[in-house]
Nanobody, 125 residues
Framework: VQLQASGGGLVQAGGSLRLSCSAS????????LGWFRQAPGKERELVAT????????YYTNSVKGRFTISRANADNTIYLQMNSLTPEDTAVYYC???????????????????WGQGTLVTVSS
């Protein structure tokens, strides 16, 4: 699976951005997908994941109620709608794919085999 993330940019605190990740190369619908981020000087962390069916999602606590992950299997694309952004959300955001037979959101980073190149989100105060 090849993944291409886009949609990052500079936004003021309280603003919104929508990230997109397009996939190609394999049957997109057989993969759980996730968004991860890495802030300067910090380890990469899970942000949100979604099952191959789209029916199960998982969010890290810091983004619950502000971010929404979704997918459009027909378009081989996943999205991350980010609202009420804060400077603490500044990071490079990566999309990733994990093979998954079960229709669950995969929360273990080690299960993600394929990674996009990342898109930078900068939130100014």
């Amino acid at each position: 699976v090849q993944l291409q993330a886009s949609g990052g940019g500079l936004v003021q605190a309280g603003g919104s951005l929508r990230l997109s990740c397009s996939a190609s190369g394999h049957t997109f619908s057989r993969y759980a997908l996730g968004w991860f981020r890495q802030a300067p000087g910090k380890e990469r962390e899970l942000v949100a994941t979604i099952s191959w069916s789209g029916g199960s999602t998982y969010y890290t606590n810091s983004v619950k109620g502000r971010f929404t992950i979704s997918r459009a299997n027909a378009d081989n694309t996943i999205y991350l709608q980010m609202n009420s952004l804060t400077p603490e959300d500044t990071a490079v955001y990566y999309c990733a794919a994990a093979r998954s037979v079960l229709a669950i959101a995969v929360a273990e980073e080690w299960k993600y085999e394929y990674w996009g190149q990342g898109t930078l989100v900068t939130v100014s105060s």
